[in-house]
């Protein structure tokens, strides 16, 4: 299982990660007790899976396409606890709420619900980030390349999909990454999840109306979450006193 953990060391694992959910999607994952994955070419980036897109040559010069890119699937986490970009971003009508949970408990829950591929087709690692000078000297690297697209352990195809150009380090993602054994017509891939367990602390927009975060939580309590709930007070202003 080491093996599924890319870029990340053994002490980080239980290292304290962080994702923010439109309400819509917090409200599912207790209803529909599942996570979402979706496929990277709904991602942003257009070099995080370069890979996938890429066309290869063989040596007498017949173009390919690597037959593996519908298989993938993904969902970008953080380990910095928060930031006031990280809100406007993802929260940017204030309603968003941000979940907390650790490396090894987002992994487990997708590796212990998998099938008899899991070891193959689970993974979860820490995004590295390059030039973008170094991002096309990957892309046109034959060797690099036929490594990736033929390795059997399945690491070498996801850790294609843990490279971002360094524009993008203040993000300082995690991804989780399913391989399906085979190529889904969805663009999305669901599993099942216990909400209460994998997740460790609730936060609330820092802008969001008090009214409202207070009748969310209370429904929360009601649905049995019994950890940590809170609203952010990243914009909460300090009481100054000062002797004169």
Same mark, same amino acid.
């Given at each position: =299982? ?8 053994? *002490? ?72 006031? #970009? =990280? ?21 487990? #829950? ?35 390349? =036929? ?16 490279? +971002?150009?360094? #524009?993008?380090?203040? *993000? ?42 207070? +009748? ?27 002797? =004169?």
């Amino acid at each position: =299982m080491k093996r599924n953990y890319i870029n990340i060391k053994s *002490e980080d694992l239980d290292q304290p990660i962080y994702r923010i959910f439109s309400k819509s999607r917090f409200i599912e994952l207790f209803t529909t007790k599942k996570l979402t994955l979706v496929k990277p070419k709904l991602w942003d980036d257009p070099f995080e899976n370069f890979i996938m897109n890429a066309t290869g040559k063989t040596n007498d010069g017949l173009k390919f396409k690597v037959g593996f890119r519908e298989k993938y699937y993904g969902q970008c986490w953080t380990t910095k606890r928060e930031s006031d #970009a =990280m809100w406007r971003i993802y929260s940017h009508d204030t309603t968003g709420i941000k979940v907390k949970t650790t490396i090894r408990k987002l992994f487990n #829950a997708l590796y212990d619900q998998s099938d008899k591929f899991k070891d193959i087709s689970c993974f979860i690692g820490k995004v590295q980030y390059f030039s973008t000078p170094k991002l096309l000297e990957l892309l046109t690297d034959p060797e690099t390349m =036929m490594s990736n697209m033929t390795d059997s352990t399945g690491v070498g195809q996801a850790s294609t999909l843990l490279l +971002k150009r360094i #524009a993008f380090s203040h *993000e300082k993602e995690i991804r989780i990454i399913y391989s399906s054994p085979r190529e889904l017509d969805l663009d999305i891939f669901e599993f099942p999840i216990d909400p209460h367990d994998l997740i460790d602390q609730i936060v609330f927009d820092p802008r969001i109306n008090y009214n409202t975060y207070k +009748k969310d939580k209370d429904k929360l309590r009601l649905w049995g979450y019994k950890k940590g709930i809170v609203r952010s007070n990243l914009y909460k202003i300090p009481e100054l006193t000062f002797d =004169m």
